[in-house]
């Protein structure tokens, strides 16, 4: 194994697992060496949803007569509905009973589903799912949505649910910014989370990464700017999935 | 009139020019000390009005065939529509001619009026501009749109554009990044554009205002994130125009 490379950070180390000092005797195991795994977020990582989704709260919340700015809308995207909604009304000082976050997360389906024809795959998300299976690199998709709204974005994608490692919110206890979804979509690839590399585009992705202590990568294609990601812990920031694919090499270990 | 504070450096003191050193005798004037004029964007400045704006560029474009992740668009607003154009197809290195960029302007203008009903004025923007008027701080309001569809948002806002005073992409020659919007609405008020401030949301108002030599304060309520704008040269970054007022005195002098 080749000595770890002089004047890497921690940081820098933790992305070439491969070059690791060795470990001591007693935590050898004759494993083949894993390579880092990929758990991406959905909506505004590797689909073009953000702003449809921002759009359908909006109408949600007006339809409830509560009154917020678009933007405080667009910050909170990538929370589960559940937090997404309890932590909007408390920055307005409003309470909310489970009987109102139920009709919102009702609204919010409808009115995404009727927006949903219009959202596409992001530039390259396709193509950077295709390299990774072909170079062997194992990767899931882990989304605060429901299938209920995340189905029609898998589509656009061309994912298959059934074949492909896909987490939902249905499917864990905690939503983001709980790491949750990232541990069981971990689990589910038989790849420690500390070797998977979180892949999305709101600060809730990369907070989540922090917890889990996998290492967080973003995407400007949400809307974020790359500092506010930086600083909740990305350590790299690309534009959209294409983007990631042409520096792939910087994050990346081939597993053969 | 008082010594200038110690300890502020250049940019501070720009914010107290009536604390400033007295100018040699040869500069001295007999006129009253002039306040501090407020020189505001419209769109996602003072109304709730920029996902709208991106939602009906993304259908103009989608109509020309011209598939644009939704960011992209977000991050060009405010710029003149003629302007937004040219820069987003030269992102895709894509060539626009004067006839798509006519047809393009057209219907995002009607889809915009399809949209336009959802807009409100941002939390506090009529107690701001209440304010400034009670305390005889000249205001002004400078936006890279036209009257077509600006004025539905002034109506919205509560002004009136023949009383108020209102400068419209249609009576400058060169719009935004570009500072002739916020130089000629200082004209109009009769204030010099280095005693002014410009408010906006976007990086486009904050280079245009250090062009011209105006101070750069922005607001979150676009979409943008904080260092966004001030690495466009804002020198505050505040919430919306509710927190501005919450914080007047952080950058206004009083008049009287």
Redesign the interface.
């Known amino acids: 194994m080749p000595a770890r490379p002089r004047g890497l950070t921690d940081g820098q180390a933790a992305l070439f697992p491969l070059q690791r000092p060795s470990p001591p005797p007693s935590e050898r195991s004759m494993e083949t060496p894993l390579s880092n795994a990929f758990l991406f977020d959905l909506d505004g990582t590797l689909v073009?949803s953000?702003?449809q989704h921002?759009?359908a709260w909006?109408e949600a919340l007006?339809h409830e007569g509560i009154?917020l700015?678009?933007?405080r809308i667009?910050r909170k995207i990538g929370m589960s509905g559940g937090l997404f909604t309890h932590q909007l009304l408390r920055e307005i000082d409003k309470d909310v009973g489970p009987d109102m976050a139920e009709r919102l997360r009702v609204l919010h389906a409808e009115a995404y589903q009727r927006l949903v024809h219009?959202v596409?795959p992001?530039?390259g998300a396709s193509d950077l799912l295709k390299t990774l299976s072909e170079q062997n690199i194992p990767w899931a998709i882990a989304t605060s949505g429901r299938m209920e709204t995340a189905g029609a974005n898998l589509k656009a994608l061309g994912v298959d649910p059934d074949i492909a490692t896909v987490v939902t919110r249905d499917q864990v206890q905690h939503a983001k910014p709980d790491p949750d979804l990232f541990v069981e979509a971990a689990r589910r690839l038989d790849v420690p989370i500390e070797r998977s590399i979180v892949v999305g585009d709101s600060i809730w992705d990369m907070l989540a990464a922090a917890r889990c202590r996998a290492l967080g990568v973003g995407f400007?294609?949400?809307?974020?700017?790359q500092?506010?990601l930086e600083r909740a812990g990305a350590l790299r920031v690309y534009e959209?999935p294409g983007d990631l694919l042409h520096h792939l090499d910087e994050v990346a270990s081939r597993s053969n």
Not at 220 to 225: E, K
């Open positions: 073009d953000v702003y921002v759009l909006r007006d009154a700015s678009v933007w667009h219009s596409v992001l530039p400007l294609s949400g809307g974020y700017g500092n506010e959209d």
